[in-house]
C-alpha cells in the first residue's frame, strides 16, 4: 500500500519524491517533493517522468 509506504518514511526520516500528471494527486500532501507534469496525454507525462528519472540519477552519480 503506498500510503503506508508514506507513513513509514516518515518514521524513518527519509524524503520522498512524487511523479504525477497534471491534477494534483492525493499523495501530494504525504510527500516532499512533487514533480507534476501538465500534459493531457499520458505518455507525454511518462516520457518527463523517464527524463526527471534521468536527470536525477545523473546528479546522483556526480555527487556520489
Known sequence: ??????YLKKKMK???ILLCGS???YLDKYTDI?????SLSTARE???HILYI?????IL???F
Open 46 to 48: 511518462q516520457e518527463i
Open 23 to 25: 491534477y494534483k494527486d
Open 61 to 63: 552519480d556526480e555527487e
Open 14 to 16: 527519509l524524503k520522498t
Open 34 to 38: 512533487s514533480l507534476m507534469v501538465n
Open 54 to 58: 534521468h536527470l536525477l540519477c545523473s
Open 1 to 6: 500500500n503506498i500510503k503506508k509506504a508514506f
